[in-house]
């Protein structure tokens, strides 16, 4: 039995008090909050070893490497990689996307498949990566509850396809794909698949192995990692054969000079897509933060939002001039709900009160998702509103937030 008390006691932030209150954060979804073994990892390289990993062979230097070493170990434990070398540092999940997008080998002519529900991250990079090298782009349109008819998948993905990209979790409507039977498709047509994890990641079990993923994108900063962190997953065979993203330093085995000409040699994944110095406190970090979420449980995080997701979206379906955006089927989405208020003019005034008067942290805007807004009628400047619980929120925050959308709803009506 998880003690959710104590874990709560893990996040410096939420020990604030504003204006007298307590935080209740609400906007996982965007950035997770950090927990004191994340900070304390971080904290450790930049006081007892802030060293080149990888470079120098000093004390400092050797004590670096091990821990970056380590921690490419954890995250690929946490995503069960058949190795580390399969997990590439990265940015973030937006770095990830466009590195297979830019350097994947696509044949002329042939198909990228993606869907009206992505992530900007998720299209616009496949979608410039057409328009440069000529290739069509066929998008297979989410149904209005943020689900999808998976017989469109049978009919769009063939044997044109050379790739596609889809998003497990959407940031808007919470649902989650049936990536395993999408994977089984494209691979029977011979296609790759690549999935935008970075809202499932943090929320639910990710076997890399057991999906058959080709390429996964994760954005550590969702998933109690620090800022400015990604990974990309990708099967050993396909990062050896895509092209370099990045050249320069730490990526090379030998640069030799030879007849007035500079020669290369360039080592293999993961060396080979991390090219200069690296975010060597950032990855420590990252690893901590996978490390972490495995010694609570991928299924208990799972169960816990899910139980705070249930009373929030009973209530909500109850409440006069809210309308929830996507399924409220619980058992298929991930902790967060995506609504309008249509008496309030605008998503930003619903975020603005619940901020200012009653601490209550959420989301408002069109959450990088334009398409799916433009599809379902809404303006994207007036936005919608989001809700995402996670591991560290409990049922008070629940009830403080139902609260003050209440006297929202009774004021603006």
């Known amino acids: 039995m998880v003690d959710w008390t104590r874990i709560r006691s893990d996040f410096p932030a939420l020990q604030r008090k504003i204006n007298g209150r307590s935080v209740v954060y609400l906007d996982s979804a965007c950035m997770a909050l950090k927990p004191r073994q994340v900070i304390d990892a971080m904290y450790d390289y930049y006081e007892k070893y802030p060293a080149c990993a990888g470079r120098s062979i000093h004390k400092f230097g050797e004590e670096a490497s091990n821990a970056y070493l380590a921690a490419r170990k954890k995250f690929a434990d946490f995503l069960n990689a058949s190795q580390p070398e399969e997990c590439i540092w990265t940015r973030n999940a937006t770095e990830s996307l466009n590195i297979v997008a830019s350097s994947v080998k696509i044949p002329k002519g042939s198909k990228i498949v993606t869907t009206s529900l992505e992530h900007h991250s998720g299209s616009l990079p496949f979608v410039e990566r057409a328009r440069r090298d000529g290739l069509t782009v066929e998008v297979i349109k989410a149904q209005a509850d943020g689900t999808f008819d998976i017989e469109d998948w049978k009919r769009t993905i063939d044997s044109n396809t050379s790739l596609v990209s889809v998003v497990h979790s959407s940031n808007v409507t919470g649902t989650v794909a049936p990536i395993k039977e999408i994977v089984e498709i494209a691979h029977d047509c011979g296609a790759l698949v690549m999935s935008d994890d970075a809202q499932f990641a943090p929320h639910h079990p990710l076997d890399v192995q057991a999906f058959d993923m080709d390429f996964s994108a994760v954005s550590v900063h969702k998933m109690c990692g620090p800022t400015g962190m990604g990974v990309l997953y990708g099967k050993l065979e396909h990062l050896e054969s ?47 933060a996978a490390e972490y979420l495995q010694s609570i449980g991928m299924e208990e995080i799972e169960k816990h939002e899910r139980s705070l997701l249930e009373i929030a979206i009973k209530r909500l379906l109850e409440m006069d001039h809210v309308h929830i955006l996507g399924t409220d089927d619980i058992t298929i989405k991930t902790g967060l709900v995506t609504f309008r208020v249509d008496s309030v003019p605008s998503a930003h005034d619903v975020a603005t009160f619940l901020n200012d008067e009653f601490n209550v942290m959420v989301r408002s805007g069109w959450h990088c998702a334009g398409p799916f807004h433009y599809q379902m009628g809404i303006d994207p400047k007036k936005g919608t509103a989001r809700a995402s619980f996670y591991l560290y929120n409990n049922k008070e925050d629940v009830r403080v937030f139902l609260e003050g959308l209440t006297k929202l709803v009774e004021i603006s009506s």
């Not at 993203?245 to 991390?274: A, Q």
């Open 242 to 288: 895509m092209n370099m993203f990045l050249y320069g330093g730490d990526t090379v085995s030998d640069v030799r000079f030879e007849n007035g000409k500079i020669i290369p040699e360039y080592l293999p994944p993961p060396e080979k897509f991390e090219a200069g110095l690296q975010n060597y406190a950032g990855a420590i970090g990252a690893g901590a």
